[in-house]
């Protein structure tokens, strides 16, 4: 019974040095995406018993869309990397289980292309930032909605992208013949000055284009009174902001009309010595106050960590490296194994605390070490 570790040893074993650093670090010294995984294990499991659970129910609702399950898809760029069949293989094995990917904008496979491979069943939400070059912006969000992505989520920790150490010393690019495929032309997201200088100085800019550095025409002005009402004014899509960290922020997406917010610190990617995701969602719960969907990714390994996220109240729980391990070692049969090895773990976890269905999963299930335990529980 291979667990996510084992794929992630495998996905290594698979991958060119450059392929894998990318994938598996993070930003500086690392201390948020080692703290990521970390964080989970002051969270114990509070079982109770004789409860007499025969049937377990996993169904929830997405931005009231049924899915089998809270476990989805991070959106995580460039899958080809990986595998040969990249978002495809990802978007066929989440569309069996019937919950919700969401495709990055520097997916190497065009987004029309994903969505075609799902079903009725399952919900795909585009993940979006936003460039300079509004209009590159306006475009892609009017691709999505016409394929039929049902949300926008909106990534707000990126204004630029985080000091990757690995990428910089191996002069990470996007190895050919992948490209991102979401852009007809990798000069479409140059401003009018940048087009200029790269008619004058020709394919340097290429080059420097075809990685995540694409973050950096990210437009840094972004406030909220920029982005929300601009957003709303091109699409009529629900709007989800990822990133969200803080009890603050989770008020403010209440106030402009957000319909969730992703708890997450982009895997450890982005601002370094950020708290673990895990630690920041019981505030950012108590900052939505009911008013919108709070999710959550970051350093889910196994099925307990889902549950963990759940009982601090996350409404589903997203999945990043674990399914780029799975892709990597087996593409589609891969990615499926991955989300039914956590599938399973989680419904282990649900049986064993006396939880027959998501809405059992409580904060009572948890006790935090290092803190009295609550006298209500
Ligand atoms: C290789 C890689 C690429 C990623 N690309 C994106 C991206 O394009 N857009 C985005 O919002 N987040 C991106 N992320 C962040 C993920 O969506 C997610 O927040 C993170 O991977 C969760 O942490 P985990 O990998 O520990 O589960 C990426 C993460 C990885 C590992």
């Not at 995540?212 to 972004?222: F, Y």
Request: aromatic share 8%; charged share 20%; glycine share 8%.
């Amino acid at each position: 019974m291979p667990v996510v570790g084992d794929y992630e040893r495998l996905a290594q074993s698979h991958l060119s040095r450059a392929a894998w650093d990318y994938y598996a670090t993070g930003s500086n010294d690392m201390e948020s995406l080692r703290d990521n995984l970390r964080a989970f294990r002051k969270y114990l499991l509070r079982p109770r018993i004789l409860k007499g659970i025969s049937r377990i129910s996993t169904e929830t609702h997405l931005l009231g869309y049924r899915a089998q399950s809270p476990l989805c898809i991070s959106p995580s760029a460039m899958q080809r990397m990986a595998h040969p069949d990249g978002e495809l293989a990802t978007s066929r094995a989440m569309a069996q289980f019937h919950s919700c990917m969401v495709l990055s904008t520097y997916s190497t496979t065009a987004l029309e292309e994903v969505i075609d491979q799902g079903n009725p069943h399952s919900s795909y939400w585009f993940q979006l930032y936003l460039y300079q070059n509004r209009p590159v912006s306006a475009e892609l969000i009017r691709r999505a909605e016409v394929a039929g992505y049902r949300a926008l989520v909106l990534t707000v920790d990126t204004p630029m992208v985080g000091r990757r150490l690995a990428d910089a010393r191996n002069h990470f690019k996007l190895p050919p013949p992948w490209r991102l495929a979401n852009f007809p032309d990798d000069f479409q997201i140059l401003t009018a000055s940048e087009r200029a200088a790269r008619e004058a100085n020709g394919p340097q800019l290429a080059d420097h284009l075809s990685n995540e550095s694409l973050g950096n025409r990210s437009d840094t002005s972004l406030t909220w009174q920029s982005c929300l009402p601009w957003l709303r004014s091109v699409t009529r899509l629900p709007i989800i902001l990822k990133g969200v960290l803080t009890r603050a922020d989770a008020a403010l997406a209440v106030q402009h009309g957000c319909a969730g917010v992703i708890v997450s610190n982009h895997g450890g990617r982005q601002l370094d010595g950020v708290q673990a995701s895990i630690d920041a969602l019981a505030e950012v719960v108590k900052g939505a106050q009911g008013q919108l969907e709070v999710y959550f990714d970051g350093g889910v390994r196994c099925g307990a960590d889902v549950f963990r996220a759940l009982a601090l109240g996350a409404r589903a729980v997203f999945i990043g490296r674990p399914v780029l391990w799975g892709l990597a070692a087996n593409g589609q049969k891969g990615v499926e194994a991955i989300l039914h090895e956590l599938q399973s773990e989680l419904e282990d976890a649900m049986r064993l605390t006396g939880c027959a269905t998501l809405t059992d999963i409580q904060a009572q299930c948890l006790y935090r070490t290092g803190y009295p335990i609550p006298s209500q529980l």
